[in-house]
């Protein structure tokens, strides 16, 4: 992937993607929904499973606010990801996200430089409860 120069930064190297199906959906009595995401992916050439977590409430624009977190398995380790965002509809029961976080911890060899990297990501879901996300490492 070609480099792109960005307000300050550097959108660098697509580290991962990865796809599933909304698995729980949850009302959560403040106002927010709940969302667990279960799928699989590639994190710099290594398969995983991947289980995230993550709260979203509406905002008087149209527009929701999120957080959650991921963990990520493989044969050889784990990684954990948190992180924030800002969405918006595309259909009924359809949206987007664009993401940014870092990972808090990581134990599989082949991961260990992504404790000093943060992330940007895009993220898409449809009606039928299928997602898929690409993440991307930023560089300053």
Do not use: C
């Not at 709260?55 to 963990?71: C, V």
């Amino acid at each position: 992937m070609t480099q792109q120069q960005v307000s300050g930064g550097l959108l660098g190297e697509l580290i991962a993607e990865g796809q599933g199906k909304v698995a729980v959906l949850r009302a959560l009595e403040n106002g927010r929904i709940e969302i667990t995401l279960q799928g699989t992916g590639k994190m710099l050439g290594v398969d995983f499973g991947d289980v995230t977590t993550f709260w979203s409430e509406m905002r008087p624009n149209g527009t929701a606010y999120g957080e959650g977190h991921s963990l990520f398995m493989a044969s050889d380790g784990m990684a954990e990801w948190k992180g924030s965002g800002v969405g918006k509809p595309t259909g009924p029961n359809a949206w987007t996200y664009s993401y940014g976080g870092a990972f808090k911890k990581v134990t599989s060899p082949k991961w260990e430089r992504l404790l000093g990297v943060y992330t940007v990501g895009q993220y898409q879901d449809d009606a039928n409860g299928n997602y898929h996300w690409r993440l991307w490492e930023w560089k300053l």
